[in-house]
């Protein structure tokens, strides 16, 4: 988890996009480790992948509105399926004790954290 939390923020921090087929090749590593690993995640690990899902379901939904042609079909789907995991992840974050403040709270650190 914490290599995809590393490369997020390396995107994050990139003054262009990705292309493409590098950003599909994250949001594939992303949704196979949260397929095989989501139901072991601890706490960190659960504010971690909000934060990797949130991130790259805007980027897609974004990308999705300015795309044209088949492409838009894949950022619509990528952006469906990363909203699922990341209602998940609040819904887990919500079960542990923490509210819709104290999540917006974390999650604005989480975009200045070093790692």
């Given amino acids: 988890m914490q290599e995809l939390y590393k490369e997020i923020h390396t995107y994050l921090n990139m003054d262009e996009e990705i292309p ?4 599909d090749d994250f949001y594939k ?16 690990d659960v504010w971690r992948a909000l934060f990797i899902s ?23 789907k990528m952006a469906q399926r990363l909203k699922l995991w990341a209602q998940n992840f609040a819904g887990r974050l919500a079960q542990m ?4 403040e104290q999540m917006n709270e974390r999650f604005e650190k989480m975009f200045d954290e070093e790692v």
Avoid: C, L, P, W
């Avoid at 590593?29 to 960190?44: L, M, S, T, Y």
């Avoid at 897609?60 to 300015?66: L, S």
């Fill in 20 to 23: 493409f087929d590098q950003f």
């Fill in 29 to 44: 590593r992303v949704i196979d480790h949260f397929n095989d690993n989501a139901d072991k995640f601890d706490e960190e």
């Fill in 54 to 76: 949130e991130n790259v379901m805007s980027n897609a939904d974004g990308r999705a509105k300015e795309e044209k042609g088949s492409r838009t079909k894949k950022y619509k």
């Fill in 97 to 100: 004790g923490y509210n819709d």
